[in-house]
């Protein structure tokens, strides 16, 4: 039997337990450098970039410096939840006329890996931003960068997820012109599981950053590489957009569900397409409707879509154009949004969106002993990105303009300076009486991603289920996750594990459906990570965290 086919979740994972702090990532080593650095004095937030680095050299299928970053952070000794946006804008010189001659319009839109699908990497100075604003002041950036810098000189064992990711994409690394794309490859090869792979020239990125902060990143050397890359692959990006980018923070977005504070990144992010969902779903039933029984399943499905729905509408950079955040979140709206849903069929007339294309992220959690917690996500986009490598640097550019539209009048069409419609979206929970915080969470997955948020806290908050089985249980999502090129609404793919009863009752309310869906195909419905405090479920009447990590990934929680 080829166990690769189906990807089982054969051993058993026990919920992690810890009293001093925890790490949950997608990558045990990761995972690991994250803890040493709240051994050595940091905070959430400081281990939290430590984590976030050597994620870039680890996965760089998934993440890296190239791409942007979120985060959410709880202050303890506050009990208020902050919010970061890493994300980069579109280079000043690309506008929809620009595209219009060029011949691209929405319904010929550029490649997936074209320069202009190249924002302004935000990571780098989200990096930055957050030890600056968050971190404990005992240790300074080159402090939570060292262990990266040391893994991609020494070199570290590939792993098996992560292997088949890094070959899947390889291609990109080979396009015609991204002569340094063999950087990250291995004799000219994708690296295989168990593979020591050393990646010197990020580390030189790495220290360049840890030297001169921001600026050895957004000026100079790396800069220039940056402009160059972009402008060989038909891109418009100058030096002033690097130099001009900015990390903004913001107030996070929040519903109560349940007495529960459910916390989400306001747009450009898609967080709000989570809350909307669960403030449809807050006067269902769901308990006693079964764990993903049909009727379940079918509710969850109709209610992201009728939140999906609104989110592509109005969902854009809010610095650009109005995005209506309170009218989104009102309860009085989900009740209206929650009678279009019947308990017989689907509701495809209000379903259609944008095309959903898939995505490779990483996310990751941290909790300290003092009780701070940072919810982080990082990601390149499509896996490599565009693949395009600057020279001598070590990491690929993110293709985040590809999630623009071209559409005129749309709120999220590309103009210049603009941030586009984003997927990553970092999570949180806190008591709607005392404040506490309650969970640090998330699902990577492009459009994935307020899907799993919303499934894992209910098989919580609805299921009493710690954190790793809520992470253990097999999901649904909506649309052609990993493919590009199509992809709706009316899709819904369910991971292996639902039963073939279930699968044939949501076909038969008019669900299109495919089942079954198993292996490495798995990342289609996310990886995601949990750090819960006190006993389950969501009693934080002592001082353990209790935590999970997705079996989908090659990860674990670790406490101390």
Request: charged share 20%; with cysteine; glycine share 10%.
């Amino acid at each position: 039997m080829d166990r690769d086919a189906e990807l089982p979740f054969l051993s058993h994972r026990s919920v992690l337990v810890c009293k001093s702090g925890c790490v949950a990532s997608s990558q045990q080593l990761a995972t690991n450098i994250g803890i040493d650095i709240l051994k050595k004095g940091g905070n959430a937030a400081d281990a939290a970039i430590a984590v976030a680095a050597a994620l870039n050299v680890t996965e760089p299928t998934s993440t890296g410096i190239g791409g942007d970053a979120f985060c959410l952070y709880f202050d303890n000794e506050t009990k208020k939840v902050h919010g970061m946006n890493g994300s980069g804008r579109a280079p000043g010189k690309l506008t929809l006329e620009l595209l219009n001659k060029e011949g691209f319009t929405e319904k010929n839109k550029f490649p997936a890996n074209h320069g202009h699908t190249v924002t302004v990497p935000g990571a780098a100075a989200a990096w930055c931003d957050t030890v600056d604003k968050f971190g404990s002041g005992k240790l300074t950036l080159a402090d939570t960068l060292e262990p990266a810098i040391k893994l991609a000189e020494d070199g570290f064992p590939v792993q098996k997820i992560t292997a088949h990711a890094w070959k899947q994409g390889s291609h990109l690394l080979l396009e015609p012109g991204n002569t340094d794309g063999q950087d990250l490859l291995l004799n000219g090869k994708a690296p295989g599981h168990g593979d020591i792979m050393k990646n010197p020239k990020l580390a030189t990125t790495f220290r360049e950053l840890a030297a001169n902060g921001k600026k050895g990143f957004y000026e100079g050397r790396i800069a220039q590489a940056i402009c160059d890359a972009v402008s060989k692959f038909g891109g418009v990006m100058s030096l002033d957009d690097l130099k001009n980018h900015v990390t903004t923070f913001e107030d996070p977005i929040k519903t109560s569900y349940k007495g529960h504070n459910v916390w989400e990144i306001p747009p450009n992010g898609q967080g709000i397409t989570a809350l909307m969902a669960l403030n449809i779903l807050e006067e269902f039933n769901l308990k006693e409707m079964g764990h993903n029984s049909a009727q379940y399943l079918h509710t969850l499905i109709e209610a992201l879509r009728l939140s999906f729905a609104d989110t592509f509408k109005h969902c854009a950079d809010p610095s650009k154009v109005h995005v209506p955040v309170d009218k989104m979140l009102c309860k009085n709206y989900a009740a209206e949004r929650r009678r279009l849903i019947s308990k017989e069929r689907a509701i495809p007339e209000v379903c259609h969106g944008e095309s959903l294309s898939g995505s490779d992220t990483v996310y990751f959690s941290v909790v300290d002993r003092r009780g701070n917690a940072c919810s982080f996500i990082n990601s390149n986009y499509m896996g490599f990105g565009t693949g395009i490598v600057p020279s001598n640097c070590g990491f690929t550019l993110q293709n985040r303009g590809y999630n623009f539209t071209l559409e005129p009048g749309h709120p999220n069409v590309i103009a210049p300076n603009k941030r586009p419609y984003h997927t990553i979206i970092p999570a949180m929970v806190t008591s709607g009486e005392t404040g506490e915080l309650l969970a640090s969470y998330g699902v990577m997955g492009g459009f994935m991603q307020p899907q799993g948020h919303v499934q894992v806290l209910l098989n919580m908050l609805e299921f009493g289920m710690d954190p790793q089985m809520a992470l253990d249980m097999p999901r649904f999502c909506i649309g052609h996750g990993h493919t590009v090129k199509s992809g709706s609404l009316e899709h819904v793919a369910l991971e292996y594990g639902i039963p073939d009863n279930v699968v044939k009752q949501l076909q038969d309310m008019g669900h299109g459906v495919t089942p079954h869906v198993a292996g490495f195909s798995r990342s289609l419905f996310g990886r995601g990570q949990i750090i819960a405090r006190g006993k389950w479920p969501f009693k934080p009447d002592n001082d353990c965290y209790w935590a999970g990590s997705d079996p989908r990934a090659d990860g674990m929680a670790i406490g101390y």
